[in-house]
């Protein structure tokens, strides 16, 4: 009895793994990426776990500078260096953050490197695990982006409920009254007298219909998500839609409307909303030119996104105008209408139609020299972004 408790003990005393035996568990850890680099920073052992989350097969790989798992932005800041370098201060350097693959595709790993130390207490170089977490940390944006629309929209909801309150029931009101004293007094008043009133209600009535028709766009974007549908578009093709649409109201103004854009430029974006954001600001540009003016629609590509610049020899804009442009509170809505000069929610609208095809929108202006609105838009279909998140750990449970 007690020679067979003894001889496991014996075995256990006896057993040394071999480097092919940590070899093998290496390689069988597939959610995990593990590789070696030297003391100048070269890859020099590679796992089938990395082979699986970067795509570089070992032969393709060995011999490469650990540089090449970095994206630009990491090396441009130092990214590489700054992870030795902590590895040997403390023992070991953590982080979260995007890794380019050999098809160029980026992913989200949580990352772990640390000294390869020597049986006599030399450094032999560094290891380098990585775990690949693209699917948690795009499902914790969805819930993060989803959280933040749904804040959106509240903010939303009471803003077109203020509008809906203050900047049609008002000018609502005063057609009414309008109309209450023409049905009044008509028999009495002189037929220039009602011409002018006739004229009032007429444009006031137009107004409103504006103001409704950028309410539906508005709301259209903002809670009818299912009706968004992204695809390659030709960017001149809709230039010349909005030219067609708005040249009998450059005419009567004596504007000039011109394109400085190649024909195959093209842009990712929603048709219809393309048009939307096209036809609000060169419209705007119109209502703020003077007589013989000029509008001048240019793009430039800039890496994955079309950057469009509408430019307008108009009235230009102050500082204070240009930093309230995209989040107008009620006072200046009302004011604008009062003003002749639109809606004032057209920006709002325009904004939120950028924002969800992906693209941003800001503005330069000079008081009495006119004003450039530059908006974006990806060239294909958008990926996801690079970008800060909070710390990912290895998720330990069993």
Known sequence: MENKQEQPKILK???IPTAEFYSQIIDSLQDYSIFTIDKDYIINSWSSGSTKIFGYETDEVIGEPFDIIFTEEDLKSGVPRREIDTALIEGRATDNRWHIAKDKSIFY??????PL?????????????????????????????YVRELEDLNTHKESVMAILSHDLRSPLSAIIGTAKYLKENF?????EAVQHMLDLLYKSSVDELDMLDYLVEWARIKYASDVFSPTRLKLTDYIAKVFASLSEMAAINTINLHHEIAENTTVFADGKMLISIIQNIVSNAIKHTEKGGKITVSATTESDRIVVRIQDTGVGMSEEIMAKLFTPQMKSLSETRKQNKGAGIGLLL????????GGEIWVESIEGQGSSFYFTLPTDKPSYKIGSADEIMFDESP
């Open 13 to 15: 005393k006896r057993y």
């Open 187 to 191: 028999q009495t008043m002189k037929p």
């Open 350 to 357: 325009v904004k939120g139609f950028l924002e969800k095809n």
């Open 109 to 114: 790993a949580y990352g772990l490197v640390f």
């Open 117 to 145: 130390i020597g049986v006599e207490g030399e450094l032999l170089g560094y290891v380098k695990i990585l775990r690949d977490l693209t699917d948690r940390k795009q499902s914790e944006d969805a819930i993060k982006k």
